[in-house]
T-cell receptor
Framework: KNEVEQSPQNLTAQEGEFITINCSYS?????LHWLQQHPGGGIVSLFM???GKKKHGRLIATINIQEKHSSLHITASHPRDSAVYIC?????????????FGEGTQLTVNP | EAQVTQNPRYLITVTGKKLTVTCSQN?????MSWYRQDPGLGLRQIYY???????DKGDVPEGYKVSRKEKRNFPLILESPSPNQTSLYFC?????????????FGPGTRLTVL
């Protein structure tokens, strides 16, 4: 079982819909990152969370440390949001600065 | 422009022929890392470096070497590439070594080993 699980694996939405992508982890973490991978392959960091909630434009990320769960929400989705969204965590049990990644959620937003 | 650059972007090579993928950042970041991305396995960390002359293994270091002689550069060396190292490789950097820093990714290097 992966230490970081994302759901769903694939998500198709219509333009304008509210989207939620989930990330669950099984052990203690010190931080959680949400990344976006464009269709061309490039990766961009969206958020880094250690508690609470962050918002940037139409994107909102939340984390619940007690439940070991984070969500990424996209409001008023647009076709340009189509990408793979990746959750990554810094596990407390690992030394140094290692990140452990989920397998990603492929989001397709249709016009 | 603040960025992480990788070269080459695409490479096709043959088994056993030594190669180096370069990574350079112009943000004076302390932390640098190499990842590989494979279908069904996601991103996995190969090696990371917390500062000049300080490197450590990630989750999948076998078959790879790295060096950090200067702060800005972190090359990935495959001494004897094998087909199972065919993958998409990303270099990343971060201002600090703790958990609370954003990571900046390079554009990726698609490597095929025949």
């Amino acid at each position: 079982k992966n230490e970081v699980e994302q759901s769903p694996q694939n998500l198709t939405a219509q333009e304008g819909e509210f989207i939620t992508i989930n990330c669950s982890y099984s052990v203690g973490i010190s931080a959680l990152h949400w990344l976006q991978q464009h269709p061309g392959g490039g990766i961009v960091s969206l958020f880094m969370l250690s508690s609470g909630k962050k918002k940037h434009g139409r994107l909102i990320a939340t984390i619940n440390i007690q439940e070991k769960h984070s969500s990424l929400h996209i409001t008023a989705s647009h076709p340009r949001d189509s990408a793979v969204y990746i959750c990554a965590v810094r596990l407390v049990k690992t030394s140094g600065s290692r990140l452990t990644f989920g397998e990603g959620t492929q989001l397709t937003v249709n016009p | 422009e603040a960025q992480v650059t990788q070269n080459p972007r695409y490479l096709i090579t043959v088994t056993g022929k030594k190669l180096t993928v370069t990574c350079s950042q112009n943000m004076n970041h302390e932390y640098m890392s190499w990842y590989r991305q494979d279908p069904g396995l996601g991103l996995r960390q190969i090696y990371y470096s917390m500062n000049v002359e300080v490197t450590d293994k990630g989750d999948v270091p076998e078959g790879y070497k790295v060096s950090r002689k200067e702060k800005r550069n972190f090359p990935l060396i495959l001494e004897s590439p094998s087909p199972n190292q065919t993958s998409l490789y990303f270099c990343a950097s971060s201002p600090g070594v703790d958990s609370y820093n954003e990571q900046f990714f390079g554009p990726g290097t698609r490597l095929t080993v025949l």
